[in-house]
């Protein structure tokens, strides 16, 4: 199936897939995926666990290359050439615990020499903590732990916004505050492309809801955001 949404040809690419493969060994986690990400849009990718969510998202981050297929972000065929523009939450946090927010930002924020980013207090702000919290994020609750995580790969202020699973293992509530700030992020004109399992969660940000199955896209479907 080629994914394709009409809105693509329209407005400029942020980023492409054509007929993109990625073979671990004999396993094939995607076949022939072709899809075009349109700027200041949000997707949602949805499907079973092993259906390459996430080894779309690691591809579009530049941290796989594809096995078949080329990937464009921005243009470049190698999206590592635009590592700067790109920002990508995994499911580890990639914090260190014995630290507070703070101060992990502070270290992280030094990883950009020369570059011009958010400070931590106002990355902190912007995902609704308190920077002046001196609590360290081992004793963080998991939904505190995932908007810190989020103020790192928002230090650098990046393009694309690329989340795997950032609703996870949070409450309700906390999920549904995520869901708020990232509506506000989409109205930047920012792209965001993340991965769940809670559909019904990000549905009201969502411009396009692409379905994986078995590494295949399933469907392509306009979103609520999109109506």
Known sequence: MNAQPPEAADRTLCARLDRVSRLFG????????????????????????????????RILAGLLRPSAGAARVFGALDPQAERARIGYMS??????????????LLYFASLYPGRACLTPSEALRQVGLDPDLK??????????RQRASLA????????????????????????????????????????????????????????????????RVASFEPGKAAR
Request: hydrophobic fraction near 45%.
């Open 26 to 57: 004999a396993f094939a986690a995607l076949r022939q995926v072709s899809v075009d990400f349109a700027r200041g849009r949000c997707y949602v990718l949805v499907g079973e666990n092993g259906a390459g969510k996430s080894t779309l998202l």
């Open 135 to 144: 609590r360290i994020l081992g004793q963080y609750s998991q939904g505190m």
């Open 152 to 215: 790192r790969v928002l230090l650098p202020v990046p393009e694309l916004l690329l989340l795997d699973e950032p609703f996870s293992n949070m409450d309700q509530e906390s999920a549904r505050q995520m869901v708020a700030m990232l509506a506000n992020f989409r109205h930047s004109d920012r792209t965001i492309v993340l991965t769940t399992h809670q559909r019904e969660l990000a549905a009201p940000i969502a411009d396009w809801v692409l379905t994986l199955h078995a590494g």
């Open 91 to 104: 499911h580890a946090p990639m914090l260190y615990d014995e630290l507070t927010a703070e101060e992990n």
